[in-house]
């Protein structure tokens, strides 16, 4: 008995099959990658049955569809054409469950799927083993390995490319209608405009604000938010010049914002939603650990709100190509903190925010102000992760925060999370 066994990436899978095909060889080739395998079985040089794990690749399940048997019954035949010990082809054949176009048009399917899927892997072990089980040696079925493998080639390149062409396209386009002129940037909604204008007046009072705010929906919900557990801490505020008072400049900006962006994307309601309902506890895990390392809290708080800022922005522009759900992902994972970095040098944040905005994923790349981008950093962590807290530890010891401070915002997660709820 020969035994063969590589690394996919060292001999690749039309080499292998090829050297089988060649020098007509007999036996077993098994692809494995993490949990999933598939089995070849070859006699002479020609594919005679394929095995795979894999849904959409699983024989029996053609099988059962094809003949409109349970999984049960189909089991029992199974088990019958072990003990007559003929293939399970030619048993599957002799009792006229399936006819043989059929059955070779199955394998042809199931082998075709499975090489394309196998062709994308970037790593993965192969064995070919010299030896057929006596289920398949011997069957019914003959398949030209190296032609189905022609075609997988053909499929895999062309739909590789087709989501690679697509993607690379839309993300350069994006990109550069972004950096060059910004056209593609929204407007900074002209209230958020005042604001930031009697934020940065050292002399602005709260009735000039007030005045500024005019809009009844964004009036109801600074109300509401002021209102909400978390906020209001008991205190009942009826007014929007009370609810300017009690929540200071820098937070009112925070709603005002959220407001703004809730309603930018009308096509894309739910994943807005979605961004800004992590934003808003990513503010508040931050606002809460900031007097623990010296920060305002308000800045904190502005600065978590506003960290995926990108993200909207993307989501409102990638949903207007038509590109894959993945392709979406990666265009918004891979591009968001320079796009929220543009976007709040566009609409004018200072330079503190744009910095927290622009590597709240590369703290150590800050210079202004490092340790309030570590904070932004580690609330990010705190708000994706939960309870597990995956990875911040690097993030704890650059603020010197110990596990207590941690864990006493980490216990009330679930609390945030049904005041944001409520707030959204
Ligand atoms: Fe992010
Ligand atoms: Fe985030």
């Given amino acids: 008995m020969r035994n063969i066994r590589g690394q996919l990436g060292v001999m690749s899978l039309p080499d292998l099959i090829q050297w089988i095909e060649n020098s007509k060889r007999s036996g077993t080739l098994v692809l494995s990658q993490h949990a999933s395998h598939k089995k070849f079985y070859f006699q002479n040089g020609e594919m005679i049955f394929v095995w795979s794990d894999k849904e959409g690749e699983r024989f029996w399940s053609y099988i059962e569809n094809e003949t409109r048997q349970s999984a049960i019954g189909l089991k029992e035949k199974f088990k019958d054409s072990e003990k007559l010990d003929i293939p399970i082809l030619s048993y599957l054949l002799n009792e006229r469950l399936v006819n043989k176009d059929r059955l070779e048009f199955i394998l042809t399917v199931i082998l075709k799927t499975a090489l394309t899927d196998a062709l994308a892997w970037e790593t993965g072990i192969f064995e070919f083993v010299d030896s057929l089980p006596a289920e398949v040696i011997n069957g019914p079925i003959k398949i030209n390995s190296s032609r189905i493998l022609m075609d997988s080639i053909l499929q895999f390149d062309e739909t590789d490319q087709i989501s690679r062409v697509s993607t690379n396209h ?7 209608q972004i950096r060059n002129g910004i056209t593609l940037l929204p407007p900074l909604p002209d209230i958020m405009k005042r604001i930031l204008e009697k934020i940065n007046d050292k002399n602005a009072t709260v009735a000039e604000v007030v005045e500024n705010i005019t809009d009844q929906l964004l009036i109801a919900k600074i109300l509401k938010i002021c209102n909400s557990p978390y906020f209001s801490r008991g205190i009942k505020i009826n007014s929007l010049h009370k609810a300017i008072t009690y929540l200071g400049f820098k937070s009112l900006l925070s709603i005002v914002t959220i407001h703004s962006i809730s309603s930018f994307s009308p096509k894309n309601v ?14 508040m895990i931050a606002k809460e650990l900031a007097e623990s390392v010296g920060e305002s809290r308000d800045t904190a708080f502005l600065c978590g709100v506003l960290h995926d800022l990108g993200k909207t922005i993307l989501t409102d522009i990638a949903g207007a190509y038509n590109i894959t759900a993945e392709a979406k992902r990666a265009i918004i994972r891979e591009n968001h903190t320079e796009t929220g970095y543009l976007l709040a040098k566009e609409w004018g944040f200072s330079d503190e925010i744009q910095e927290a905005v622009h590597w709240h994923h590369n703290p150590e790349k800050a210079d202004i102000n490092v340790q309030l981008v570590t904070l932004i950093h580690l609330a990010d962590m705190i708000a994706h992760s939960g309870r597990a807290m995956d990875g911040i530890g690097p993030a704890c010891s650059a603020l010197g925060l110990s596990q207590d401070e941690v864990m006493s915002v980490v216990n009330h997660l679930d609390r945030l999370t049904r005041d944001v709820a409520n707030i959204l």
């Fill in 270 to 283: 739910d994943d807005i939603r979605k961004i800004l309902h992590h934003s808003l506890i990513c503010g």
């Fill in 170 to 176: 839309v993300l350069n386009e994006i990109m550069d």
